[in-house]
């Protein structure tokens, strides 16, 4: 479908809505663009709205445990706020935590907030991710879900700039279950996967 002249091509696997390749913006332009964006670290409304994904997260984290902000940004109020809850914290961000050293580290848990609908090309992320988790680690997302195809035209999150995948609670269970993780949904835009522990992996081999 196209869109106020973007053309929109739907996954027939997972269902994600993605632009066309050839109209994704560079990363310079991404960087330029989300530096418009008022994300302090210290900012109450931005901490609340990542609490989102922070509650139901540190509810399932063992104490101490070794983390990764995945897609961090200029402000990285997330991994503070983890940091404050007693975890350590690594970062990365190809515009703005570029230390690509880190991807060869493994974690506890890897959070994404507001970064899949910024990914060209999610399955290789996702695939590497998986490599950075320890068994039994968790990978918290989130992102806007897309609901229904009537109001794709006119949702905001579509309208961004940046924003050149957007994904349904089905496709995120899709991922999931495609690569043998199990995912949970606490809350509306937020989804929790958990790799398989050791002993997972122990119990189903024949």
């Not at 696997?13 to 330029?32: I, M, V």
Request: hydrophobic fraction near 40%; include cysteine; charge should be negative.
């Amino acid at each position: 479908m196209t869109v106020d002249g973007q053309r929109y091509w739907r996954c027939g696997t997972c269902e994600a809505t993605f632009l066309d390749p050839s109209q994704r913006p560079g990363l310079a332009e991404e960087r330029a663009h989300y530096l418009t964006h008022e994300n302090a670290v210290d900012d109450p409304g931005y901490r609340g709205f990542l609490a989102k994904l922070a509650t139901p997260l540190l509810e399932r984290l063992s104490p101490n445990a070794n983390g990764l902000d995945f897609g961090c940004g200029p402000g990285p109020a997330l991994a503070a706020m983890l940091r404050e809850a007693g975890h350590k914290m690594a970062l990365y961000d190809p515009a703005f935590a570029p230390d690509e050293a880190v991807l060869a580290e493994q974690f506890d848990f890897i959070t994404c907030t507001e970064v899949l609908e910024h990914l060209h090309e999610p399955a290789r992320v996702f695939d590497r991710l998986a490599t950075m988790l320890r068994p039994g680690g968790w990978l918290g997302l989130m992102t806007s879900f897309q609901t229904d195809d009537a109001r794709f035209a006119t949702w905001s999150y579509r309208r961004e700039p940046t924003h050149v995948v957007f994904y349904r609670q089905a496709t995120l269970a899709r991922i999931a279950e495609t690569r043998g993780w199990r995912a949970e949904f606490p809350v509306k835009d937020v989804a929790l996967m958990r790799m398989p522990a050791d002993q997972d992996a122990d119990s189903s081999a024949p």
